[in-house]
């Protein structure tokens, strides 16, 4: 369809100019809309596949170790952040001394960690040439701050969350980067860094996504700290 | 203070403070399951609601819930209340003013329910829309009248208004503009065009509230403009002289939610007074606009109560109209799904929880309008939002918000679509604001039985409009 109506289509990326049948929808832009909510919706509940990520992530040559929070299903990891901050109870993990751990977490998107988290962890793996990595961990129904018992437990002096970012409409697949110092439970969000939408093509590249993260590694190692003293990267952090 | 207690099903529950009856009566949320205030059965939340229906009124003004000495939005209601506003009611019990209520509103006596605003506190509010069904919250809620006006009038029996919300994920002037007149062309924008600013500067405050004026201006659209800063952009702005119609702010129902939103009691009467010294109005002189949530003050760790105990996310939201109505609001509206599922959970609890805000709000005197809307993790969909939106029209909603195509690019949530507006208005049998009305007669945007018309790229009116596109 093309018609003066384009001036605005071309104008922006909302949903101008849909038409009507009636006061409603035309029936193909219920459906295109109905499409992009049901692959957010998709993206928030189909569950990771844990096996065939611990398989890809080995390839980085690092152990992979699978972890729980204390949220036993989705719905309850929905309505209960507090428990997707916490590991299950009985959670164990090798203490070691560490300059980094890396937690990939389902979040709100398993499909974007499915998609592009191994691609994410091996580029930021491979610009850390002299770090000492902690075996990579996955972990399911996680929140950020999941990360700050697992780092603590392993012995990290930093540890990073790859995690799936709430699904958008046209977005179901975006993942984040959070940074912390020193982790520990009770780490307050304004004590990490993130690096959002990482989602290629449209978002950022892996390469992209990793030489941003890199820098921020190097400062924070140098700073001793992380969150609002190290640098104001990108947007404020949700949860 | 003797604890309360009532016998369900042959178990007796016990409720130590006034704090635990309301939080325990509630109708089911997640938010106050994760506050630790829930009922944990659905005995113990009929015993709170048995509870409840006996106290009397007056138990409000003499047991707090959220102390007067440690919050100020506790002092700003009881020093403000108008007793012989409460007169009619006084004398009764929740459950009795619950009855009082639904006679009065199947007698459609408007005058008295509406008399009772400023003699109620939130609290009272709260306590029976605990006991109400929500066809009784849309029963009483459409015979709470609450008229306001700019340059349009809101509230009128009969009408549901819209905001325009043409957000844009860079402020970038033709993307905004290109919704602007969609929005336009579907008839939607009378309550107000108000865009959530992708950055909080003066600088892009001024500059949006400038392209609003500037399409308001060239068409001479009765209705007014708003850019959703912080309140002190707002008055950067102002001070700049910014084409500035109304100051708005988010507020919540306690001093910490308020301090977690940077704002105080002051500073908005500070920036109530700033607004009307502009005088922008024609029909009336109401200049701010507010935007509330269940849920908001749990989420700033700012919701205990007398005693540090938890406070239920329903009566803190109606406090926050206690403060929204001491600025004589233009708009107030709650933004019903926004704020996601470990507040309200799925569709049932985002309903209720829609039809509870719009018949608090209006109970306590607000021109009450409501952010029908989900994200992508709560179990809700457009099938949910039409029944809320239908539910809310018939309600006597004063206003919801419409985007395109329900897709808000900048804040990636879903909210109405303007034709959703158009649906509910035709389902009804609903107009918009008069002056609106009028203004879309004028422009031939709608045809003689008031309906929008379905126009072509190419029609006179449609070219009209996208003039200001290009």
Same mark, same amino acid.
């Given at each position: 369809m093309s018609d003066a109506f384009d001036v605005l289509r071309s104008a922006t990326r909302a949903r101008v100019a849909l038409g009507r049948a009636g006061d409603g929808l035309p029936t193909d832009r219920l459906l295109e809309f109905r499409a992009a909510h049901a692959a957010a919706r998709d993206a928030v509940h189909t569950p990771l596949d844990v096996d065939t990520l611990v398989s890809s992530l080995g390839e980085t040559g690092l152990d992979v170790l699978t972890v729980t929070s204390a949220a036993p299903d989705r719905a309850t990891y929905l309505q209960r952040p507090d428990l997707g901050r916490q590991l299950a109870e009985g959670t164990s993990l090798p203490g070691g001394s560490y300059d980094l751990a890396v937690v990939v977490a389902d979040g709100l998107s398993p499909r974007a960690v499915a998609d592009h988290a191994p691609g994410t962890v091996a580029a930021v793996l491979e610009r850390l040439a002299g770090w000492s990595v902690a075996p990579l961990v996955v972990a399911t129904q996680a929140r950020v701050a999941l990360g700050d018992p697992v780092g603590e437990a392993l012995g990290a002096r930093i540890v990073v969350v790859v995690i799936g970012e709430r699904p958008g409409l046209s977005s179901a697949d975006s993942l984040g980067l959070y940074l912390t110092w020193g982790p520990r439970p009770g780490r307050a969000d304004s004590e990490r860094n993130c690096i959002s939408n990482v989602r290629p093509p449209h978002g950022l590249s892996y390469a992209q996504a990793a030489e941003t993260l890199a820098g921020l590694l190097l400062a924070s190692r140098e700073l001793g700290a992380s969150g609002v003293v190290l640098k104001d990267e990108g947007p404020a952090l949700e949860r | 203070m003797t604890a309360r207690r009532a016998t369900v099903a042959g178990h007796t529950y016990e409720f130590p403070t006034l704090v635990e009856v309301m939080a325990k009566a509630t109708p089911a949320r997640s938010g106050d399951v994760l506050a630790g205030c829930a009922a944990t059965s659905e005995a113990e939340r009929v015993a709170a609601q048995t509870v409840l229906a006996d106290l009397p009124l007056t138990t409000f003004l003499d047991e707090q819930v959220v102390g007067y000495d440690e919050d100020d939005v506790t002092r700003l209601v009881l020093d403000t209340l108008d007793a012989a506003a409460l007169e009619p009611v006084r004398a009764l019990t929740v459950g009795g003013f619950r009855e009082w209520l639904l006679a009065r509103a199947a007698a459609g006596d408007e005058p008295a329910i509406s008399g009772l605003a400023r003699g109620l506190t939130p609290e009272m509010a709260a306590a029976v829309s605990k006991l109400m069904r929500n066809a009784d919250l849309v029963a009483v809620g459409r015979r709470a009248r609450v008229i306001t006006g700019l340059r349009s009038t809101i509230g009128l029996p009969g009408r549901l208004a819209s905001r325009l919300q043409p957000n844009h994920p860079t402020d970038d002037a033709l993307g905004v503009t290109a919704s602007l007149l969609d929005g336009l062309l579907h /008839?939607? /924008?009378?309550?107000v065009i108000g865009i959530n600013p992708a950055t909080d500067s003066p600088a892009q405050t001024i500059a949006l509230l400038e392209l609003i004026d500037a399409v308001i201006s060239r068409y001479e659209i009765p209705t007014q403009s708003c850019v959703l800063a912080h309140v002190t952009t707002t008055l950067r702005a102002l001070e700049k002289g910014a084409p500035v119609d109304l100051v708005f702010q988010s507020v919540a129902g306690t001093q910490g939610g308020n301090e977690g939103f940077g704002v105080t009691l002051d500073l908005l009467s500070e920036a109530h007074a700033a607004a009307l010294e502009l005088g922008r109005g024609t029909v009336g002189s109401n200049v701010t606009y507010f935007e509330t949530g269940q849920g908001s003050a749990l989420s700033a760790g700012a919701h205990l109560g007398v005693g540090g105990r938890p406070v239920d996310q329903q009566t803190l939201e109606c406090r926050a109209y206690g403060v929204a109505r001491h600025f004589d609001p233009l708009l107030v509206n709650t933004v019903v799904g926004f704020i996601g599922p470990e507040y309200l959970y799925d569709a049932k609890q985002v309903i209720r929880a829609g039809l509870e805000d719009h018949f608090c709000g209006k109970l306590l005197g607000l021109p009450m309008g409501v952010d029908v809307c989900y994200t992508n993790h709560t179990d809700v969909d457009p099938d949910d939002t039409d029944t809320l939106t239908l539910l809310l029209g018939a309600a006597g909603c004063s206003f919801v918000i419409a985007v395109p195509g329900s897709d808000d690019v900048m804040l990636h949530y879903q909210s109405l679509s303007f034709q959703d507006v158009l649906t509910a208005r035709q389902v009804l049998g609903l107009r918009p604001a008069p002056e609106f009305e009028a203004w879309l007669q004028r422009m031939d945007l709608v045809d003689d039985t008031g309906r929008v018309r379905e126009l072509t790229a190419d029609a006179p009116q449609a070219r009209a409009l996208l003039a200001a596109a290009r």
């Open positions: - | /008839g939607s /924008g009378d309550a």
